[in-house]
C-alpha cells in the first residue's frame, strides 16, 4: 500500500515539474520576444525636383457657345417650313412662316381706321379754322363797339370747343397710327428669321402644326438653331476645386464619344451661383458651373455629347516633390509620451480628429518619413501643389532624401521616428537607378 502512494507521489511530482518548466519556457520565449523590435518592410523613393501640373477634374457636356432657341411670338398654324434638323442656315434666312391671313385684316382694318381719323381730323381742322375767323371778326366788332359782350363769349366758347375736338382727333390719329405699326407688327411676326449663321439642332414642330405664341405664356419651342463651329464644354467642377480655376486656363476635354482623343480648350466663365443637387440630403453636392472653350473642335461634336476634362490650373517647374502617399498627417505626442489618436482609433464617435489641447484642438502636422540608416526619421514638411503622383514640398526637404513611399499601412499607422526599417535589395537598386537618371537629367539640363 505505501509501495503505491510513492509511486502516485513520484508521478504526481513528474507531472507538476513538466507543468512548471513549461511554463517557465513560454515566460522565457514571451520575455525574449518582447524585447525584439520590429522590422517594418519600407519601399522609397528618392525626393527630387520635377515639373508638377495641378489639375482639377470634372466631367459636363458639350454644347455650342452660340445657340438660339426659337419660339413664335404668335398663335396660329404653320403653313411653311422649308427647313429640317440638321439643315445649315444663313444669318436672315426663312425658317417658319405661320398663317398670316387673320393678322393681315387686322392691319387692314386698323389702317382703315386710321385713314377714317385722318379724315375726320380734317374736318377738325376746317370747323377749327372757321372757328377761329369768327372769333377774332367778333374780337374786332367788339372793339369798335359794334358787337356785344355776350357775341364775344360765344365766339370764343365755340373757338376753344373746337380746338379742343381738334386735339382730341388729333390724338386719335395718333392711336390709329399706333395701332397699325402693332398690326404690322404682329403681321411680321408670321415670318420667323434665322438670327445666326447656324445649323438647325433641333426641330420640334412639323407642317401643319398649331403653335402658341410667347406673348402670354412660354410658347411653343419651335428650333435651335446653333452655331457648331464654335463648341464649349460645360462642366461642374465641385466647390472645394473651383477656387483653384481662373479664367484662361488651359484644360484638355475628352469626348466619351470620340475615343482616346483628347481636345484642347481654355476656360471662358466661371459660375457664381452654385448648382446643388440632393440639398437637405446626405448626398447634397454643390458644384459650379465652368465653360471651357474648344480650340479647333471637330467636325463630329454634337451638342448634348458627355465629356471629362482636365483643368490645368498651375504649374511649377523644378521644384522639390514626392510621391503623394509619402506624405501623411500626424499629432504631436503629448507629454505623457503617448500620441492622440483620432476618433475612428480610439473607437469614439463625434468630435475633431485632433485633440484639444488648453481647451483648443490640436491641427495634425503634415509630416514625411526618410531613410537614416536603419531607421525611419520623422520630418514636418510644407506641401503646395500636386498632380495625380507627385505633391511638391515647399520646406522640409532639399532633395535627394530617400522617402519612405509605401506600404501605406506602415507611412499611415506603422512608422514612428526611430523605427526600426528594412529596404529590400531590389529597392535600393531602383533608387541608385534613380540617381542615375536625376544625374542624367542634371546634365542634359
Known amino acids: 500500500m505505501a509501495s503505491n502512494n510513492k509511486k502516485k507521489s513520484k508521478k504526481k511530482l513528474f507531472i507538476f515539474g513538466g507543468i512548471g518548466l513549461l511554463l517557465a519556457i513560454v515566460v522565457v520565449l514571451v520575455l525574449v520576444s518582447g524585447d525584439k523590435e520590429v522590422i517594418v518592410t519600407v519601399q522609397t523613393e528618392l525626393a527630387q525636383k520635377r515639373t508638377i501640373t495641378q489639375i482639377v477634374t470634372a466631367t459636363g457636356k458639350i454644347y455650342p457657345e452660340y445657340q438660339v432657341m426659337l419660339r413664335p411670338e404668335v398663335n396660329g398654324e404653320i403653313v411653311q417650313l422649308p427647313v429640317e434638323e440638321g439643315d445649315y ?10 398663317k398670316p391671313e387673320q393678322y393681315i385684316a387686322q392691319r387692314n382694318q386698323a389702317r ?11 374736318v377738325r381742322v376746317a370747323a377749327l379754322e372757321r372757328s377761329n375767323q369768327e372769333y377774332n371778326r367778333i374780337k374786332d366788332l367788339f372793339a369798335k363797339g359794334l358787337a356785344s359782350e355776350q357775341e364775344m363769349e360765344i365766339a370764343k366758347s365755340n373757338f376753344l370747343q373746337n380746338e379742343g375736338q381738334y386735339e382730341s382727333q388729333k390724338a386719335s390719329v395718333d392711336q390709329a397710327k399706333e395701332n397699325l405699326d402693332y398690326t404690322q407688327e404682329q403681321l411680321d411676326k408670321t415670318a420667323i428669321y434665322s438670327p445666326i449663321d447656324g445649323r438647325i439642332s433641333e426641330l420640334n414642330v412639323e407642317l401643319s402644326e398649331r403653335v402658341l405664341g410667347s406673348s402670354f405664356s412660354v410658347g411653343t419651342h419651335l428650333m435651335t438653331v446653333a ?3 464654335n463648341m464649349e464644354a460645360r462642366v461642374e467642377v465641385d466647390e472645394n476645386d473651383v477656387v483653384l480655376v481662373s479664367i484662361g486656363d488651359t484644360a484638355k476635354v475628352e469626348v466619351d464619344a470620340m475615343g482616346d482623343k483628347k481636345l484642347l480648350g481654355i476656360v471662358s466663365q466661371i459660375g457664381n451661383s452654385a448648382q446643388t443637387s440632393g440639398m437637405g440630403t446626405q448626398d447634397e453636392v454643390v458644384n459650379f458651373e465652368v465653360r471651357i472653350k474648344l480650340i479647333n473642335p471637330k467636325a463630329e461634336l454634337r451638342p448634348g455629347m458627355s465629356c471629362d476634362s482636365d483643368i490645368e490650373t498651375e504649374t511649377k517647374i523644378n521644384v522639390v516633390s514626392v510621391p503623394i502617399q509619402s506624405v501623411t498627417a500626424r499629432l504631436d505626442k503629448p507629454a505623457g509620451g503617448e500620441e492622440f489618436k483620432s476618433d475612428e482609433q480610439s473607437g469614439e464617435s463625434g468630435g475633431s480628429d485632433s485633440a484639444p489641447k488648453n481647451g483648443k484642438p490640436t491641427k495634425p502636422k503634415e509630416v514625411v518619413f526618410v531613410v537614416d ?19 511638391e514640398i515647399v520646406s522640409g526637404l532639399s532633395g535627394d532624401e530617400k522617402v519612405i513611399s509605401g506600404p501605406y499601412r506602415a507611412i499611415s499607422k506603422d512608422l514612428e521616428d526611430k523605427s526600426k526599417i528594412r529596404v529590400p535589395s531590389d529597392e535600393k ?15 542634359k539640363s
Open 89 to 98: 442656315v444663313k444669318k436672315g434666312q426663312l425658317l417658319v412662316r405661320i
Open 112 to 122: 382703315a381706321q386710321w385713314e377714317a381719323a385722318k379724315a375726320q381730323l380734317k
Open 227 to 229: 452655331d457648331l463651329n
Open 373 to 391: 540608416g536603419n531607421t525611419a526619421k520623422k520630418i514636418e514638411v510644407k506641401t503646395g501643389i500636386s498632380d495625380d503622383n507627385f505633391i
Open 429 to 443: 537598386g531602383k533608387d541608385k537607378k534613380s540617381e542615375k537618371e536625376q544625374k542624367a537629367d542634371t546634365t
